[in-house]
């Protein structure tokens, strides 16, 4: 197995040292190379997104990232911002699924900032179109118009690429509760109308599956409202960038959240839901977790290694299950560590 890792900005490095400490401890057969994303390759190099880093990524099986991005960048031409790295491997390599499982670990149930009737048991898998939408629609940028400044922006989407992410959706659906809500705004842009449209259509090859629709923006109030009556969601790249981070709140922390962007032939890029924390970086106590969950949904996806990805599921969950918490799931009567003391728990129960 030949895995890019990418370590990033902020706390990317610290988390994942932790996540690969646990993929050499289950002795399997990988080759781990590392390279340069994001701001650390502005830095570097000039460029987020350089070509050793592109030739490494492209030859890879997997590509394990921790986060990139932070204030220090945030004044450099847009081209050499570092999530226009992120945009770019994600493009390069055909990431056009993002697969954001939302699940409360029983342990944390009191971590929730919504009462533990209302999320306990909660299960959502987000299933995210990844390449296309608002943030890569051409024409885009700032000009001057009628002697002002004016902003523009293009959301657009194929027939093609609405139905290859509803069939990712209905297929995880398939091996869950047989439920799948496509979330969309058609009652206002003709963008997601065609994306209703095409979820009927492909819905008709799934008559085991349940298929309903939503508006973005019920759905976003459904999901603080009543979150465990979704199974699986599916939707488009802005609508899925806003609605999974704020389903990863409703599990105590976005330090808990993994996840998995897929080409067609499950090659994946895995990291967890949160960004570089730049605040807290360098201090060893950024929670690993949710970098050491992706390594279980690169097992699970792109090495078919499902034994593997449950070893390091049931280790998570025995180490929560024994107290152990980083400051961002702390609660009174646990014990609270760091990152490094979280990696070693996490190895100790595997």
Request: proline share 5%.
């Amino acid at each position: 197995m030949k895995i890019c890792v990418l370590p990033g900005d902020g706390i990317g490095p610290e988390i994942t040292a932790e996540a690969v400490r646990v993929l050499k401890a289950l002795d399997l057969a990988v080759e781990m190379e590392e390279a340069l994303l994001g701001g650390c390759a502005v830095d570097a190099t000039g460029d987020p997104y350089p070509e050793a880093t592109q030739k490494l990524a492209q030859a890879a099986d997997a590509v394990l990232l921790g986060a990139v991005g932070g204030p220090k960048w945030d004044s450099y031409p847009r081209e050499q911002r570092p999530e226009r790295g992120l945009l770019g491997i994600r493009k390069q390599l055909g990431l056009f699924a993002n697969l954001r499982p939302a699940i409360l670990y029983s342990e944390l149930a009191n971590a929730s900032t919504l009462k533990p009737d209302v999320v306990a048991g909660l299960d959502i898998l987000i299933v995210r179109e990844l390449t296309g939408d608002i943030y890569f629609g051409q024409p885009r940028g700032i000009e001057v118009r009628n002697g002002e400044r004016f902003g523009l922006n293009t959301m657009h989407y194929t027939e093609s690429e609405i139905r290859r992410i509803l069939r990712v959706a209905f297929e995880a659906a398939r091996k869950r509760s047989r439920k799948v809500c496509s979330v969309d705004k058609m009652n206002v842009l003709e963008c997601t109308q065609l994306w209703r449209d095409v979820a009927i259509e492909t819905g008709r090859e799934y008559p085991d599956v349940e298929l309903s629709h939503m508006l973005v923006d019920n759905a976003a109030m459904q999901l603080v409202k009543n979150p465990r009556q979704f199974d699986v969601m599916v939707t488009g790249n802005m609508f899925g960038d806003i609605l999974s981070d704020e389903a990863s709140m409703l599990t105590g922390s976005i330090g808990m959240l993994p996840s998995a962007s897929l080409d067609a032939n499950n090659k994946g890029l895995y990291e967890p839901c949160h960004g570089s924390a730049p605040d807290i970086a360098g201090k060893g106590v950024a929670n690993p977790l949710a970098t050491i969950l992706s390594v279980a949904m690169m097992l699970r996806y792109t090495f078919v290694n499902d034994a593997a990805a449950r070893r390091i599921e049931d280790a998570v969950k025995k180490v929560l299950a024994q107290g152990f918490r980083t400051g961002d799931i702390y609660e009174p009567g646990m014990k609270q560590v760091g990152t490094r003391e979280m990696g070693d728990a996490v190895l100790a129960a595997l």
